[in-house]
């Protein structure tokens, strides 16, 4: 085992990765750190009903991915109390500052905050109770490979965490059917599917389903 971690890790220095399929759909342009103003959201329920339904409760551990202007960082921190703990990543390094400098501000010292990379959160393994990934799922440009480097940073009973619109990627939104097709291939299982309110926007949460499999193996799904 060491020999081939070791193995692994001069591929990785040397520039070999693995190679994952590309999606077969189109993938959206970010556009903005926000969707929408904060008050809206919050006229709408919409934190606390994703909360709810993703079961999010006082001590967890939990990552907001693409967490833009920290709307659901800071209800998330509100949520998991004083002995839970966020991870708010971004991967436009302008977006990261300006959240960092809210969560300094705010003095929310539960809360973590970090640069991912487009198609490796880099998260560490076995650590999180729920990962959240809002409105930003349409703008993964390698899907598989941000899915297959994610699902190791799972607890053995953590949930991934998505919310988008049911409208086609390139329309800033993803279909439930594609997604199911998309997890499916990286080896999550859906637990649960939510209607939310307010322009056919829904919750899907997953969990790791068996082995993970080699990308290689991995298959893009049709739109």
């Known amino acids: 085992m060491l020999l081939s971690l070791g193995a692994c890790a001069k591929a990785e220095a040397e520039g070999e990765r693995e190679t994952f399929p590309a999606p077969d759909r189109p993938v959206s342009a970010i556009v903005s750190n926000k ?4 008050q ?21 551990t939990v990552a907001d991915l693409g967490a833009g202007e920290g709307y659901y960082t800071v209800r998330l921190a509100e949520r998991v109390g004083a002995h839970g703990r966020v991870l708010a990543e971004d991967i436009v390094p302008a977006y ?19 640069l991912g990379l ?26 598989y490979e941000f899915l297959w480097r994610t ?10 965490v998505v919310v ?27 637990v ?21 499999p080699a990308p290689a193996a991995i298959k893009a799904c049709r739109a």
């Open 35 to 38: 969707w929408a103003t904060e």
């Open 192 to 212: 649960r599917h939510v209607r939310l309110k307010g322009r056919d926007a829904y919750l899907s949460l997953y969990r790791a389903a068996g082995p993970r």
């Open 96 to 114: 990261r500052d300006r959240l960092a400098e809210r969560v300094s501000r705010d003095r929310l010292d539960t809360v973590s905050v970090r």
């Open 164 to 190: 988008d619109i049911d409208e086609a990627t390139g329309r800033h939104g993803t279909p439930p059917k594609l997604l199911d097709c998309e997890m499916a291939a990286v080896g999550y299982a859906r």
């Open 151 to 160: 699902r190791p940073a799972l607890k053995p009973e953590g949930q991934l």
């Open 40 to 60: 809206a959201r919050d006229d709408l329920g919409e934190a606390r009903a994703v909360m709810d339904a993703a079961g999010v409760t006082p001590g967890m």
């Open 118 to 143: 487009p198609a490796d959160p880099r998260l560490p393994p076995a650590s999180f109770d729920r990962i959240f990934m809002i409105h930003m799922y349409h703008e993964v440009s390698s899907p």
